[in-house]
Nanobody, 127 residues
Framework: QVQLVESGGGLVQAGGSLRLSCAAS????????MGWFRQAPEKEREFVAG????????YYADSVKGRFTISRDNAKNMVYLQMNSLKPEDTAVYYC????????????????????WGRGTQVTVSS
């Protein structure tokens, strides 16, 4: 089993930045693809960004492309999401997720492709 714990959320003004962290424990996730999703009130959980196990491939939702950057440190079992130029519409609970299928050649972006989930961290962007 893998446990994921997100941190780094908070309240920020529009145009500001936040860096989310996801700490994995229970098993090394160095061979797993990792992703970030978010869920705003009364909306479906949506994909934000993903990264393959090697860190060489990343994939972003169009809504965050150019503003958010996903990265990972396999030695520390950590994944990060740097969020810049934040907008009020980025307000949501952000979830870290891990995909244990190391055979995938692409970055997974669908909820069902991820096997482990954190509990989320709240990000609120004020206008």
């Amino acid at each position: 089993q893998v446990q994921l714990v997100e941190s780094g959320g908070g309240l920020v003004q529009a145009g500001g930045s936040l860096r989310l962290s996801c700490a994995a424990s229970g098993r090394t996730v160095s061979q797993y693809a990792m992703g970030w999703f978010r869920q705003a009130p009364e909306k479906e959980r949506e994909f934000v960004a993903g990264i393959r196990w090697s860190g060489g491939n990343t994939y972003y939702a169009d809504s965050v492309k150019g503003r958010f950057t996903i990265s990972r440190d396999n030695a520390k079992n950590m994944v990060y999401l740097q969020m810049n130029s934040l907008k009020p519409e980025d307000t949501a609970v952000y979830y870290c997720a891990a995909d244990d299928d190391s055979s995938r050649w692409y970055v997974p972006s669908r909820k069902y492709e991820y096997d482990y989930w954190g509990r989320g961290t709240q990000v609120t962007v004020s206008s």
